[in-house]
């Protein structure tokens, strides 16, 4: 798991935005892109290369319309 006080320091580096832990506790998303960091071993991987989107709600993102 990841400290609270850490989760307060990062922010996604495409908005600087703040991130949240998501519910699986796997990662952590991005408020304002969505873009979810992976977390490995404990440690967050805050690069964009290695974000991803949530797949589970909106498959693709845009077709809903
Ligand atoms: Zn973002």
Same mark, same amino acid.
């Given at each position: 798991m990841i400290d609270k006080e850490l989760l307060e320091i990062l922010a996604c580096p495409v908005c600087k935005e703040p991130v949240k832990l998501t519910k699986d506790g796997k990662g952590?998303?991005?408020?304002?892109?969505?873009?979810?960091y992976p977390i490995r071993d404990g440690i967050p991987i805050m690069l964009v290369e !290695?974000?991803?989107?949530? !797949?589970e709600d909106k498959k693709t993102s845009s077709d809903k319309a």
């Open positions: 952590l998303k991005c408020v304002k892109c969505g873009r979810i !290695e974000a991803y989107y949530e !797949e």
